[in-house]
């Protein structure tokens, strides 16, 4: 039994001999690349990082694994080691849970002998925010960064266009947001809410976008923005119409769906505008990756079936529909980001053969079965199965349990060779229109998303990771954090309210989520 509680449970902990005190003014010392690591633990004991002392040490050691960490706790002091700056950080993550948890007397923390050795099993862990369906802004955000960092999840996948807005400001073209970051009203759509009413017009500033870059990258948390093509396109189409097949006017949405006006294949203008765009945008986002959506166009391609310059080019092609005309689209769309220097990662509704091996797949749904498992020998994979980590799917069908059980075979992914990067929780924001609809999703599935993720499967334990859920349910509770109490509910799922479509078809009513989150307090 571990002493402290920490989620992800590291993959190797020892109980030592001896203890070490803590007070707020015990000094850090801090190798200079480390100092992420020194200023966040400094952050919390109310100090600085320093280059010549400290009963704190953060200090680099050779030939340790990627974002792995040594913690070494005895009546000498305390000692992080890494090899890379991220094991560091997480070093000192680990180390800020421990002081936290540790007896506190006069103000002086007493830490218990440990020798801690852990990395993590995936070096992709990661959380989707949709900011495009509903706006949270760079506050929200910078709160759900700090709590990704607290578990080590290290890539914030940021979706910020979809048919609902286009949420970042592009100086190259204005309209994008003037027209494509409003729309009349934001609904509710699928779930029987009723909307508010009033205009609803945000986005998020070059500055801003900068900012929350900087912020996470200070938490060791790379962004990955999304800009879906060709289908969720209506606030890109809005703005700029000549670049669907047919040129109609369309407004920006207000209610949620799928739409058949989308981006034209055939049309070179729309491949000018995606790299003069992608261009100004991958220069917003120092990361390597940049996601290019690809999914849910296939009412789209019923269009480009009709659209005089997608038939041209299919024939020029040799190919034979809409589908496997966006296989040539999302191909030329790599070229243009692979120029900008960024691996593209598309959804896997678009995946198949004749694109290049380079592009990252990220799974959410048993489309395309056949190709995925074929490719999946071949590429790299993010595995955000909707049946596990949709975490904006009620309670009653992604029970807390449920997403903890999840192993990549479940979703077909068995073989050693099968290529999995990692896992990957979305958060769409259809329903979601505040933080505290957002937290309540999220929390307390993610912790489990982040032992999923980082710790070995054979030493994974519902019961155990249920006893260091509470103590982070008290440090949630704390800090304002409001996460959903439903966990343990037992559900009669065929009179569950209707809330919206999950993966299997049954419904759920967020207000009636968050009234039996009240009951339960
Ligand atoms: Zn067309």
């Not at 002493?3 to 801090?30: A, F």
């Not at 005309?325 to 004749?354: H, P």
């Not at 091996?357 to 498992?373: D, G, K, M, T």
Request: hydrophobic letters at 35%; a positive charge; one cysteine or more.
């Amino acid at each position: 039994m571990l002493k402290y509680n920490i989620v992800p449970k590291p993959n190797r902990y020892t109980k030592e001999p001896g203890s070490y005190t803590v007070s707020s003014g015990t000094q850090v010392l801090c190798a200079k690349e480390f100092l992420d690591a020194g200023n966040y633990l400094t952050a919390y004991l109310k100090t600085k990082p320093r280059e010549d002392e400290g009963a704190i040490k953060i200090k680099k050691a050779e030939g340790m694994a990627a974002e792995s960490y040594r913690l070494r706790v005895s009546n000498e002091g305390i000692l992080i080691e890494a090899s890379d700056p991220s094991g560091a950080f997480y070093g000192a993550v680990t180390l800020r849970t421990i002081l936290m948890q540790a007896k506190k007397q006069n103000g002086k923390a007493t830490v218990e002998g440990l020798f801690i050795e852990d990395a993590p099993l995936y070096k992709y862990r990661g959380v989707q925010i949709d900011d495009a369906r509903h706006f949270f802004g760079k506050d929200i955000v910078k709160r759900v960064l700090d709590s990704m960092a607290m578990l080590k999840l290290n890539t914030l996948h940021w979706h910020l266009s979809d048919d609902q807005g286009f949420r970042v400001e592009s100086k190259l073209f204005p309209e994008l947001t003037s027209v494509g970051a409003k729309r009349k009203y934001a609904g509710f759509e699928g779930c029987g809410l009723e909307h508010r009413g009033g205009e609803y017009f945000h986005y998020y500033t070059q500055e801003e976008i900068r900012e929350v870059v900087a912020y996470a990258a200070s938490l060791h948390i790379d962004v990955i923005p999304e800009f879906d093509i060709p289908g969720h396109t209506t606030a890109i189409l809005a703005a700029y119409p000549q670049l669907s097949c047919f040129g109609e006017s369309v407004e920006v949405a207000c209610e949620n769906g799928i739409f058949d006006t989308i981006l034209c294949a055939g049309n070179d203008e729309v491949y000018a505008f995606l790299d003069t765009l992608f261009g100004e945008l991958c220069a917003l986002f120092p990361g390597k990756y940049f996601h290019i959506g690809g999914d849910e166009a296939s009412k789209g391609h019923k269009v480009w079936e009709k659209c005089p310059k997608c038939r041209a080019l299919m024939e020029e092609n040799g190919l034979k529909d809409g589908k496997a005309l966006q296989g040539l689209f999302m191909s030329r769309v790599n070229e243009i980001v692979k120029k900008y220097g960024k691996t593209t990662i598309a959804w896997n509704d678009c995946i198949g053969d004749g694109f290049d091996e380079s592009i990252i797949c990220q799974f959410w749904h048993p489309f395309n079965r056949s190709a995925v498992r074929a490719q999946s020998y071949k590429r790299d994979f993010i595995l955000s199965p909707d049946a596990f980590f949709y975490l904006d799917i009620s309670y009653a069908n992604i029970p807390l349990k449920k997403t903890y059980s999840f192993k990549p075979s479940k979703v077909g992914f068995s073989k050693p060779n099968q290529r999995v990067r990692g896992i990957e929780c979305t958060h769409w924001s259809e329903w979601l229109d505040s933080e505290q609809a957002l937290q309540f999703a999220m929390f307390p599935r993610i912790a489990a998303v982040a032992e999923v993720a980082w710790t070995k499967p054979e030493l994974r334990r519902y019961k155990d990771f249920h006893k260091r859920l509470d103590w982070l349910k008290t440090y949630w509770r704390k800090t304002g954090v409001y996460y959903s109490r439903l966990e343990k509910r037992k559900w009669n799922v065929k009179r569950v309210p209707l809330y919206h479509l999950g993966a299997d078809g049954k419904e759920f009513r967020i207000s009636e989520q968050l009234r039996a989150a009240k009951e339960n307090t």
